[in-house]
């Protein structure tokens, strides 16, 4: 950001604060009794009163010392990896294809390891463990006893509280 910008935010931003400074002024003004135009006007002064109030605090502008970096070379003989489209290819293939393919099957995982297991083969029920699931999500649903039927009851009364209206 370019300073005129950066002081273009913080002056909206000043502005912004006391605007809402000045309505909050103007709405409990009003709501003590004061009329729309004494409202109004006290709203407008403490929207100048906020605006000067915020335009003398300065700000505290401190940079923070980095310490000096110099980048060093990539040393010789230790290969940078670079994933092409090209890597996975047979080479009657190289050329034809634009995208990259990641086909790389992930090695043993280590238990401490925190790695999302979505599609692992040892960790993924068999079809048996999936319906005797099912079977015991419908059991239970089917085992708790359904509540009393209060429909009747709710419609007499509002046919009660309709007939005490009239």
Known sequence: MTGTIASRIEDAALAGAALVYGA??????YRFGATHGYSLGGGLVAFGWGVYGLRSVEADHQDVALPAFTPVDWPQGVPILELWAEDNLEPEQKGQVDELI?????????????????FDPAAMPTPGQIKDRIDAHIGAATAAAPGPDASQSLFEALNELRRSMR
Do not use: F
């Open 24 to 29: 909050a002024a103007a709405m409990l003004a």
């Open 102 to 118: 990641l086909d790389d099957v992930l090695g043993a995982v280590g238990t401490d390891a925190r790695v999302v297991r979505l």
